[in-house]
């Protein structure tokens, strides 16, 4: 067998196939097969040597465009914020003294609506509003920097300006209490909450505020250990702007066991809750347009029947 022979036999990886007799007998066979190997071996060290290096300078940029990918997500759409107060007890931590609740908050929605009641908002407090918690500053610009990414991934506190709560008034609402039996009304609707801290009242504080347009009244399910438009009536009646809300808190994710969606409790779904507010804001409500609109199909049939204008719109409509 001649090394020609030898090189036309190659196995699937470019090896030559010989037989172990012919390679004994073969000077140049056993020849041919060494080189190839040697060559193959070189062959496959130099790619591997390649596709580290292209890795290694594709890194920085892989890296580069994921921060971007981050940071667009976290100002747009979604952001984790990590719940270091006690003041949404039981809905958030679970436990007395328990901390470190992780939720995660849409900021697109109130792009295309504003809040509604019953949902958990994080907004920025006013200048008023204390902080509810007291967060120690890094001492050096790495540590703070580190830090500040944490609060934006949703595992270090954020800032001490930044409030968890409850929507429970929108513009326009009368919110009182308390009635007789000790409940919150909302335009004369009691609310029922259950999700209120086992043994907490609604309120021991009264009060009696309509919200202004834009703005919201906004409580802590742990009323005894939540300073929060109650607390603030001096400034703007304790209400907030809604510009200054960052978004909807939809969803629990830490810890593991206490995943689960933070739904509108049915309370604030009650008939009647919604379109009492809406004459109040100077809008036509739903149930007027449908009279009015309903009125107007009354008089177009009742005209078609008898031949004659039954309705001031429609005699002017008919000159």
């Given at each position: 067998?001649?090394?020609?022979?030898?090189?036309?036999?190659?196995?699937?990886?470019?090896?030559p196939?010989?037989?172990?007799?012919?390679?004994?007998?073969?000077?140049?066979?056993?020849?041919?097969?060494?080189?190839?190997?040697?060559?193959?071996?070189?062959?496959?060290?130099?790619?591997?040597?390649?596709?580290?290096?292209?890795?290694?300078?594709?890194?920085?940029?892989?890296?580069?465009?994921?921060?971007?990918?981050?940071?667009?997500?976290?100002?747009?759409?979604?952001?984790?914020?990590?719940?270091?107060?006690?003041?949404?007890?039981?809905?958030?931590?679970?436990?007395?003294?328990?901390?470190?609740?992780?939720?995660?908050?849409?900021?697109?929605?109130?792009?295309?609506?504003?809040?509604?009641?019953?949902?958990?908002?994080?907004?920025?407090g006013?200048?008023?509003?204390?902080?509810?918690?007291?967060?120690?500053?890094?001492?050096?610009?790495?540590?703070?920097?580190?830090?500040?990414?944490?609060?934006?991934?949703?595992?270090?506190?954020p800032?001490?300006?930044?409030?968890?709560?409850?929507?429970?008034?929108?513009?326009?609402?009368?919110?009182?209490?308390?009635?007789?039996?000790?409940?919150?009304?909302v335009?004369?609707?009691?609310?029922?909450?259950?999700?209120?801290?086992?043994?907490?009242?609604?309120?021991?504080?009264?009060?009696?505020?309509?919200?202004?347009?834009?703005?919201?009244?906004?409580?802590?399910?742990?009323?005894?250990?939540?300073?929060?438009?109650?607390?603030?009536?001096?400034?703007?009646?304790?209400?907030?702007?809604?510009?200054?809300?960052?978004?909807?808190?939809?969803?629990?994710?830490?810890?593991?066991?206490?995943?689960?969606?933070?739904?509108?409790?049915?309370?604030?779904?009650?008939?009647g809750?919604?379109?009492?507010?809406?004459?109040?804001?100077?809008?036509?409500?739903?149930?007027?347009?449908?009279?009015?609109?309903?009125?107007?199909?009354?008089?177009?049939?009742?005209?078609?029947?008898?031949?004659?204008a039954?309705?001031?719109?429609?005699?002017?409509?008919?000159?």
């Open positions: 067998m001649s090394a020609d022979d030898v090189q036309g036999r190659r196995n699937q990886w470019g090896v196939r010989v037989l172990p007799g012919v390679a004994q007998s073969n000077p140049e066979a056993r020849d041919a097969m060494t080189d190839g190997t040697d060559e193959t071996e070189q062959a496959a060290r130099t790619r591997s040597r390649h596709r580290g290096s292209t890795f290694r300078r594709e890194l920085p940029f892989l890296v580069l465009i994921a921060l971007v990918l981050a940071l667009l997500i976290k100002t747009f759409l979604v952001q984790a914020f990590f719940i270091p107060s006690g003041s949404m007890e039981r809905t958030l931590h679970g436990c007395t003294g328990c901390r470190g609740d992780r939720v995660l908050v849409n900021k697109l929605v109130y792009r295309v609506r504003d809040p509604h009641r019953g949902e958990i908002v994080v907004f920025k006013p200048p008023s509003w204390q902080p509810e918690f007291v967060e120690s500053q890094p001492g050096n610009v790495v540590t703070r920097l580190l830090h500040e990414v944490g609060a934006a991934l949703g595992v270090a506190a800032s001490n300006k930044d409030f968890i709560k409850r929507v429970i008034g929108v513009g326009g609402d009368h919110v009182v209490c308390c009635d007789s039996a000790g409940r919150i009304t335009n004369g609707r009691a609310l029922d909450e259950p999700y209120l801290y086992p043994g907490a009242h609604p309120s021991d504080q009264p009060f009696d505020v309509v919200v202004p347009k834009g703005r919201l009244w906004v409580m802590g399910d742990h009323r005894n250990d939540s300073a929060d438009s109650r607390a603030h009536q001096a400034d703007h009646l304790g209400t907030i702007p809604v510009a200054d809300v960052i978004g909807r808190a939809f969803v629990r994710v830490w810890p593991p066991g206490r995943w689960g969606v933070l739904s509108v409790p049915r309370t604030f779904g009650q008939r809750l919604v379109s009492l507010a809406l004459p109040v804001l100077g809008l036509v409500s739903g149930g007027s347009w449908r009279s009015s609109r309903n009125r107007r199909r009354g008089c177009r049939r009742r005209t078609r029947r008898s031949g004659r039954r309705c001031p719109w429609a005699a002017r409509r008919r000159t």
